[in-house]
């Protein structure tokens, strides 16, 4: 996908940013839309397939965390197309595009869901903080804060996820 998001068309926009900054900043914000659909999608896998002792608990966190990343998808897309770029948002160009590793379908207990998610949530968190600093680099302060309101989020669920492997 970084081959067809660099030669995207941007539109025309009053935005004060130089045109070849939008274009690298809508490249790391596409990459991170495929991502946060692909983390969504498998966080419902999740959610869906859960079994054992923990199911209804951890059935619930998962539907939240699905919850929470559906509305990230919306607010990576809009700052997209706030830029003037493209939303590369189909399951099928996230599916192509995704930095996450394919998700386990033989995963049944809460251990295995967890542990998937925590692992897929690790390299996201990663990602956000690496677009943290290469939006900030850019001279794109509010891309670099929506980025920083993502990866608090995605810390703490990562958290969440990690106390469920502890003892």
């Known amino acids: 996908?970084?081959?067809?998001v660099s030669k995207q068309k941007l539109?025309?926009?009053?935005?004060?940013?130089?045109?070849?900054?939008?274009?690298k900043v809508v490249g790391i914000l596409n990459q991170t839309l495929a991502a946060t659909l692909d983390l969504k999608t498998q966080t419902k896998q999740a959610h869906w397939n859960v079994k054992g002792m923990d199911f209804y608990q951890l059935h619930e966190l998962f539907d939240e965390m699905a919850t929470e990343l559906e509305e990230y998808t919306d607010m990576v897309a809009e700052?997209?197309?706030?830029?003037?770029g493209i939303a590369m948002?189909?399951?099928?160009?996230?599916?192509?595009?995704?930095i996450l590793p394919e998700y386990a379908l033989d995963a049944v207990s809460g251990t295995d869901h967890?542990?998937?998610l925590a692992d897929r949530y690790a390299i996201y968190?990663?990602?956000?903080?690496?677009s943290i600093d290469s939006t900030d680099e850019l001279g794109d302060?509010?891309?670099a804060d929506l980025y920083t309101e993502i990866s608090?989020?995605?810390?703490?669920?990562?958290?969440?996820?990690?106390a469920h492997l502890v003892g």
């Not at 996908?1 to 067809?4: A, E, K, Q, W």
């Not at 700052?79 to 003037?84: E, H, I, S, W, Y």
């Open 11 to 23: 539109y025309q926009t009053r935005i004060d940013l130089a045109e070849d900054i939008r274009a």
């Open 152 to 162: 608090r989020t995605i810390d703490k669920r990562l958290w969440f996820l990690e």
């Open 1 to 4: 996908m970084v081959s067809t």
């Open 79 to 84: 700052r997209v197309t706030a830029l003037a």
């Open 141 to 143: 302060a509010d891309t």
């Open 89 to 98: 948002g189909t399951a099928r160009l996230a599916a192509e595009s995704s």
């Open 125 to 130: 968190a990663q990602h956000l903080r690496e």
């Open 114 to 116: 967890v542990t998937a």
